[in-house]
């Protein structure tokens, strides 16, 4: 799980509680790496003033240049705010739109304990699924 977070490090909490390996791209070393194997991106939305900029955080989009990286996504979660009203998720919708791979799971906020719950699920659910390709 790769997971890019600011503000008030909403996402980086919650991406700290899944009992996981996580990466963090505010890290140059982390967004100079390319993932060994299939990953997930977590990332927030950021709508800013101007109407021509989507939300897409820069670490993201700076680690999304590599296609050996983009290849290797498998799948996206978002954290974001229903106050956005269309632009809910904007960032994980955007990237899920480029890529073709999907959006496994959406939450507000820094999520509450369901959502943390559901996307260890998920993301066991991913493991096992991968294990056995490897097989
Ligand atoms: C300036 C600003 C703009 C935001 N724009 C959006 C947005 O367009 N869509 C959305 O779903 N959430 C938006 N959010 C909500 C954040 O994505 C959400 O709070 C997220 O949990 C922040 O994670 P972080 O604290 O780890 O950066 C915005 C928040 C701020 C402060």
Do not use: C
């Not at 505010?26 to 967004?31: A, F, G, N």
């Not at 290797?72 to 978002?78: A, D, E, H, Q, T």
């Not at 974001?80 to 899920?96: E, I, K, L, S, T």
Request: aromatic content about 10%.
């Amino acid at each position: 799980m790769y997971f890019s977070s600011s503000g008030s490090g909403m996402v980086k909490q919650f991406a700290t509680r899944l009992g996981r390996p996580v990466f963090d791209l505010s890290d140059r070393d982390v967004r100079r790496s390319v993932p060994d194997g299939p990953w997930v991106l977590l990332t927030p939305s950021y709508k800013t003033g101007n109407p021509d900029n989507d939300t897409l955080p820069e670490p993201v989009r700076r680690f999304l240049r590599n296609p050996l990286t983009r290849r290797r996504l498998v799948g996206i979660m978002g954290s974001g705010n229903r106050n956005f009203g269309a632009h809910y998720q904007a960032a994980a919708h955007h990237v899920a739109r480029a890529s073709g791979r999907p959006i496994l799971f959406e939450f507000e906020l820094q999520g509450t304990p369901w959502d943390l719950e559901r996307a260890r699920e998920i993301l066991a659910e991913l493991d096992v699924r991968f294990a056995e390709a490897d097989d």
